[in-house]
């Protein structure tokens, strides 16, 4: 019998180099986390009031009465975002915090994004890959906002970054599960309107190449029927073919032309990377997917003139999309440093140009400048001792202060009133329902003449002006009461808007980025 000695294996000259990869690959990744983690911290006060009306509707459904605006009222579409609405309701019944329910699932959303794009990035090209399109998506300050805005914001950005992975990977030949796409494509719908337009790029692609697989058609035909059906179902329910903010909003062309205009600049490297992968031809079909998703993404926009994009909203929906393209462009690169350098270039950009953002000010500092006016103002009407069958404000900001306070509301810009939406007078609705209280907006500390088509001293004749309300650097909340209301009003509203004015950002109203930096200075725990 003969025995032989094993033979001590050479070692690898490779196994340093892949021990040191590995190692880069780790810092680098939990560099991309704790920036992703500051970010989020630093813009962790902002709530927008716009949230306030998807958690309005959210809490009606929650109490048995329908999504509805005003509980016994014909019902009223005043939210572009069924699926988030729909999402904290079972919060809502539990009677959780909303604003927090929003927040954390958004920053799952954003953290699932980040994963998606570094590791897609990582396992098809390699570190410098993965980095370019992980750095872009966390330096651009914007992201962190609309993780902690309260809207579905970043919710729909990760589910269309996941639609066009799965898309690749088909067109790429890799497997994709048969069920993914078409739940891709309904849930964006369901998300926001033109959440199908948007996805639908990506779908087509794993469409024509799964053309043949029988599975493909019946997972296809069950998402077109439950697509459906829901679009069915609201316009039944609703009445009108689209959500009542299409009626206020859609059509400014002008607007749009202004807004593409202006978010071209601060995106044009990633737009271009994207644009590059056309180039080449191992990323041609890729670069076709990413250039329609984001083409048909941004039309939606164009020929609506969006309003309330604050921090480049709207095109943040295909933002990391964008990331993804700079990552995918540099990929091939044979040189290390060509590859480092153009992504250094795209990384740089858009760092700066997310920190240059006009209206960052105003919206780094908005989430105590709200919670000293509209959720007081909101708190007091919930408090005051007025009858059920008065309960009644008019007003234009229709978010926390209806929110709160659960008060029948007329919303005179029309997203959340049909008739002013379909081009009722605003005065004449505001008068013949003769409101207990109306509430308004001024930039300066005088009453507004006119607010989005009311004529004020008309609406507000025979009424009390009992407080104006600073929020900030101008602009002023003032709130009108009938008189036989003024004094139970006044005892619970007053007394919440003091309190609020001494405990968020006391004596300060500029809209500068060191307000934000000292609140943020005074958060940390040394």
Known sequence: MTVTSPVPAAPSDEAPEQHRARRTWVFAALGLGVLFLLG??????????????????????????????????????????????????????????LPLVAKLTSFAAGAAALVLLVRYCHQRYGLVSALVAGGAYVVFIPTYFHITSGLETMAFAALLLRAVIVGLRAINGQAVRTWEPPLLLVLAGMLRPEGVLA??????????????????????????MIGGGYFAWRWSYFGHLFPNTFYVKFGNVDAGQIWLETIVPVLLPLLLCTVALLIRRDTRWSGAVLCATVGATYLTYVV??????????????????????????????????????????????????????????????????????????????????????????ALHDAGAIPYYSRWDT?????????????????????????PTVIVLRSYSPPPPATAYGLDVARATEGYVHIHTSQMREGYYKHVYVLPEYADAVSNAVIPEIDKAQATYDPGRYDLTIDRWLDRIRTDLPW
């Not at 103002?377 to 009644?392: F, K, N, Q």
Request: contains cysteine; charged residues 20%.
């Open 199 to 224: 996805a639908l790029p990506a779908f087509a692609a794993w469409l024509w190449v799964n053309r043949r697989d029988r599975r493909t058609w019946l997972w296809t035909s069950g998402a077109a």
């Open 410 to 434: 007329i919303d005179f810009i029309g997203l959340n009133d049909e008739p002013i939406a379909h081009g009722a007078d605003v005065t004449r609705r505001v008068t013949d329902a003769q």
């Open 40 to 97: 989020t911290r630093a813009a962790w006060f902002f709530t927008i009031d716009d949230a306030y009306i998807t958690f309005r509707y959210s809490d009606n459904f929650a109490a048995g009465h329908g999504p509805v605006w005003n509980v016994g009222e014909d019902p009223v579409e005043g939210f572009t975002n069924f699926l988030w609405m729909l999402w904290h309701t079972p919060f809502a019944l539990l009677g959780l915090d």
């Open 304 to 393: 609506s003139g969006p309003t309330m994009d604050y921090l480049y909203r709207f095109a943040y929906h295909a933002f990391p999309v964008l990331c993804l393209a700079a990552g995918l462009v540099v990929g091939p690169f044979r040189r290390w440093w060509l590859a480092s350098g153009v992504g250094a270039v795209a990384v740089g950009w858009i760092a700066f140009t997310g920190a240059q953002t006009p209206d960052l000010p105003l919206i780094a500092n908005y989430g105590p400048d709200l919670a000293r006016t509209h959720e007081p103002i909101g708190r007091g009407l919930a408090d005051a001792d007025v009858p059920e069958d008065r309960r009644t404000v």
